[in-house]
């Protein structure tokens, strides 16, 4: 069903005399300043909707009651166009239609129902008024007869009063018709597109695509923000002018190369919060229409980063969320991390009237940051698909140039002598005793506790090895290694292949790639 409509009708408190003398002992002085219903419904208007995003809005309340086939259509006539939604839902009674056309027929503050996907009692309306100037809602439950009531701005703007209307105009009631597909549920048709079709002719084939390329995002926008309440039991179909929108999967859950890394499930407030890192196959592995899916609406970088969901309904896609100022780069581009929400942290995640946007709170940032860190990392030895062959193998020794060792029951750091870095310079140094004595005071004035301090305090300024370093100094230290490794005798494959193994160099198969270009082409 399309309407915010689970609540009893709203019954205003009582309201003070303005004559003094009337006032009880003790009553306090006030006065009742309702709003002007012209002036607030023109700004119900300016809550950032868009077509798609008002549309979805009105499915929520649709999903949330019960509706198994949602019907959109966009209805071209140039300035006469409409669009109208509807479904198959429980429908509704007189009074609880009217409650649900009333602006702020809910307080968010209330407690709701775990599978509600509204907060605000503002979508419908909000919505509604975002495209159009006219708003009628046409509903049945079953076995009940058809109740209609329609919000017109401009009627509100003669009357300066929130005066519901009863009847549909002849092209809302024809709409209606047409996608009567149930005894039961509701329409909500939009007339009077002002934002959508002002200025239009219907013989005009520029403004009739123009129009029809709004249809064409909002069935892109569905097969996103529903796609996991079209699969499985239960499934919910959508349709657009007649066609059944297609799901798109943004973590390609049926390729074979898509990896899953572990689930996290995090406790924030009593609440739990679970997050599931994916990373996309790299292009070699998919076919030309799976790559080209993959990208969405905005292309694959734009879609990398976290998915904030809410009840299975998608919120936010591809954002890092401001964590460490990340930025969408090429090279995490196969990075998507799955978040699912309860609807009781709404306010904690900042959701907004339409829906489309999310914030994490404070105290979730650390393990959102590591989890990020993670997906990435992998995401980026992926990216770089030919580099990732010169990685050591799972069991093969790694290289460190630090060593921990203990002894009477205390840990020391020592440098290791056989790095082969270290070895070099060794080798090369005319003054052995220096060079040693330098080695043995830099083992010595680790400052231990001061690290392990700011990592207790600050976690978030801690940074890993090169994590802030251009890519071409640290190309140039690999460089410095592989020489190394080829005077102390071994040969240029078997020195790249070394290089790789040492730490912390494996984090960069695509600077491991660029020194393999360098030896051999």
Same mark, same amino acid.
């Given at each position: 069903?399309?309407?915010?409509?689970?609540?009893?009708?709203?019954?205003?408190?009582?309201?003070?005399?303005?004559?003094?003398?009337?006032?009880?002992?003790?009553?306090?002085?006030?006065?009742?300043?309702?709003?002007?219903?012209?002036?607030?419904?023109?700004?119900?208007?300016?809550?950032?909707?868009?077509?798609?995003?008002?549309?979805?809005?009105?499915?929520?309340?649709?999903?949330?009651?019960?509706?198994?086939?949602?019907?959109?259509?966009?209805?071209?006539?140039?300035?006469?166009?409409?669009?109208?939604?509807?479904?198959?839902?429980?429908?509704?009674?007189?009074?609880?239609?009217?409650?649900?056309?009333?602006?702020?027929?809910?307080?968010?503050?209330?407690?709701?129902?775990?599978? $509600?996907? @509204?907060?605000?009692?503002?979508?419908?309306?909000?919505?509604?008024?975002?495209?159009?100037?006219?708003?009628?809602?046409?509903?049945?439950?079953?076995?009940?007869?058809?109740?209609?009531?329609?919000?017109?701005?401009?009627?509100?703007?003669?009357?300066?009063?929130?005066?519901?209307?009863?009847?549909?105009?002849?092209?809302?009631?024809?709409?209606?018709?047409?996608?009567?597909?149930?005894?039961?549920?509701?329409?909500?048709?939009?007339?009077? =597109?002002?934002?959508?079709?002002?200025?239009?002719?219907?013989?005009?084939?520029?403004?009739?695509?123009?129009?029809?390329?709004?249809?064409?995002?909002?069935?892109?926008?569905?097969?996103?923000?529903?796609?996991?309440?079209?699969? @499985?039991?239960?499934?919910?179909?959508?349709?657009?002018?007649?066609?059944?929108?297609?799901?798109?999967?943004?973590?390609?859950?049926?390729?074979?190369?898509?990896?899953?890394?572990?689930?996290?499930?995090?406790?924030?407030?009593?609440?739990?919060?679970?997050?599931?890192?994916?990373?996309?196959?790299?292009?070699?592995?998919?076919?030309?229409?799976?790559?080209? #899916?993959?990208?969405? !609406?905005?292309?694959?970088?734009?879609?990398?980063?976290?998915?904030?969901?809410?009840? =299975?309904?998608?919120?936010?896609? #591809?954002?890092?969320?401001?964590?460490?100022?990340?930025?969408?780069?090429?090279?995490?581009?196969?990075?998507?991390?799955?978040?699912?929400?309860?609807?009781?942290?709404?306010?904690?995640?900042?959701?907004?009237?339409?829906?489309?946007?999310?914030?994490?709170?404070?105290?979730?940032?650390?393990?959102?940051?590591?989890? #990020?860190?993670?997906?990435?990392?992998?995401?980026?030895?992926?990216?770089?698909?030919?580099?990732?062959?010169?990685?050591?193998?799972?069991?093969?020794?790694?290289?460190?140039?630090?060593?921990?060792?203990?002894?009477?029951?205390?840990?020391?750091?020592? =440098?290791?002598?056989?790095?082969?870095?270290?070895?070099?310079?060794?080798?090369?140094?005319?003054?052995?005793?220096?060079?040693?004595?330098?080695?043995?005071?830099?083992?010595?004035?680790?400052?231990?506790?001061?690290?392990?301090?700011?990592?207790?305090?600050?976690?978030?300024?801690?940074?890993?090895?090169?994590?802030?370093?251009?890519?071409?100094?640290?190309?140039?230290?690999?460089?410095?290694?592989?020489?190394?490794?080829?005077?102390?005798?071994?040969?240029? $494959?078997?020195? !790249?292949?070394?290089?790789?193994?040492?730490?912390?160099?494996?984090?960069?198969?695509? !600077?491991?790639?660029? =020194?393999?270009?360098?030896?051999?082409?």
């Amino acid at each position: 069903m399309l309407a915010d409509r689970k609540h009893s009708k709203f019954t205003p408190g009582p309201r003070t005399s303005g004559n003094p003398s009337a006032r009880s002992p003790g009553e306090h002085d006030e006065d009742v300043a309702p709003p002007h219903a012209a002036a607030l419904a023109e700004s119900l208007r300016a809550f950032g909707y868009d077509p798609a995003t008002a549309l979805a809005d009105l499915a929520d309340n649709s999903l949330f009651h019960h509706s198994r086939e949602v019907r959109i259509k966009f209805h071209w006539a140039g300035e006469q166009s409409a669009i109208a939604i509807s479904d198959d839902g429980d429908g509704m009674d007189e009074m609880t239609l009217i409650n649900a056309m009333r602006v702020g027929s809910r307080n968010p503050r209330e407690k709701r129902d775990p599978a $509600d996907l @509204g907060r605000f009692g503002l979508g419908l309306k909000t919505a509604s008024f975002s495209q159009g100037r006219r708003v009628t809602v046409i509903t049945r439950r079953s076995r009940g007869s058809e109740i209609v009531r329609c919000w017109d701005l401009d009627h509100i703007a003669d009357t300066d009063e929130w005066r519901l209307l009863r009847e549909p105009t002849p092209l809302a009631a024809q709409l209606a018709k047409q996608l009567a597909g149930s005894p039961h549920g509701t329409v909500v048709i939009w007339e009077k =597109l002002d934002r959508l079709t002002a200025g239009t002719a219907v013989d005009d084939d520029s403004d009739e695509d123009a129009f029809l390329r709004q249809a064409e995002y909002v069935k892109q926008h569905f097969a996103a923000v529903f796609h996991r309440l079209m699969t @499985g039991r239960g499934a919910v179909r959508f349709l657009l002018n007649g066609a059944v929108i297609t799901p798109w999967d943004p973590f390609l859950s049926d390729e074979a190369a898509t990896q899953r890394l572990p689930v996290e499930r995090l406790k924030f407030q009593g609440h739990t919060i679970e997050v599931e890192p994916f990373v996309l196959p790299h292009l070699s592995k998919l076919d030309a229409d799976a790559h080209r #899916g993959a990208a969405g !609406l905005r292309g694959w970088n734009a879609h990398q980063g976290f998915y904030i969901y809410r009840n =299975l309904r998608l919120l936010v896609r #591809g954002d890092w969320l401001g964590i460490k100022g990340w930025r969408q780069e090429e090279h995490y581009k196969l990075a998507r991390i799955r978040v699912d929400l309860p609807n009781s942290l709404d306010q904690e995640w900042e959701i907004d009237v339409t829906k489309s946007r999310a914030r994490p709170p404070e105290k979730l940032h650390r393990e959102l940051s590591r989890i #990020g860190e993670r997906t990435r990392s992998v995401a980026k030895r992926v990216y770089s698909h030919r580099g990732a062959k010169l990685l050591p193998a799972a069991g093969q020794e790694r290289v460190f140039l630090w060593e921990q060792t203990a002894k009477h029951n205390h840990v020391f750091y020592r =440098l290791n002598r056989d790095h082969p870095l270290v070895k070099q310079v060794r080798l090369a140094c005319s003054d052995a005793p220096k060079l040693s004595a330098l080695l043995r005071l830099i083992e010595e004035t680790i400052p231990v506790p001061l690290i392990m301090t700011t990592d207790r305090e600050m976690p978030d300024r801690t940074v890993g090895p090169f994590e802030t370093t251009k890519d071409s100094e640290v190309l140039e230290v690999m460089r410095q290694v592989f020489a190394s490794l080829k005077a102390g005798g071994l040969s240029q $494959d078997d020195a !790249l292949l070394r290089v790789a193994h040492i730490e912390p160099f494996g984090r960069f198969p695509e !600077l491991l790639q660029l =020194l393999r270009e360098e030896r051999y082409y």
